[in-house]
Nanobody, 120 residues
Framework: QVQLVESGGGLVQTGGSLRLSCAAS????????MNWYRQAPGKERELVAG???????NYADSVKGRFTISRDNAKNTVYLQMNSLKPEDTAVYYC??????????????WGKGTLVTVSA
């Protein structure tokens, strides 16, 4: 079955860096776009960054120039390099993939998330 396992979260000071990883299994990783979302306390989950199967990327305006998403198809892993972190980046970060289903709508799969805390 599809599994997404995030790692790399932690506590960091303002201006610091972290790299998140998401190890994927159960589907043909290289064929699908991968995304990072985040959810801060009391807020809705939001898209942070995405990378297509051809490694085209897109970012939320709030993280452009600070975060970089990348993928390693040989390792079935997607990364999120986060630099110049701010307290407002504090959130649980989730890895996501949307997969097609036969005779049904596409389905979103999520990891359990990894907590990033940025201290002021």
């Amino acid at each position: 079955q599809v599994q997404l396992v995030e790692s790399g979260g932690g506590l960091v000071q303002t201006g610091g860096s972290l790299r998140l990883s998401c190890a994927a299994s159960g589907f043909t990783f290289s064929s699908y776009a991968m995304n990072w979302y985040r959810q801060a306390p009391g807020k809705e989950r939001e898209l942070v960054a995405g990378v297509t199967s051809r490694s085209s990327t897109n970012y939320a305006d709030s993280v452009k120039g600070r975060f970089t998403i990348s993928r390693d198809n040989a390792k079935n892993t997607v990364y999120l390099q986060m630099n110049s972190l701010k307290p407002e980046d504090t959130a649980v970060y989730y890895c996501n993939v949307r997969l097609p289903r036969i005779f049904a709508s596409d389905m979103d799969y999520w990891g359990k998330g990894t907590l990033v805390t940025v201290s002021a």
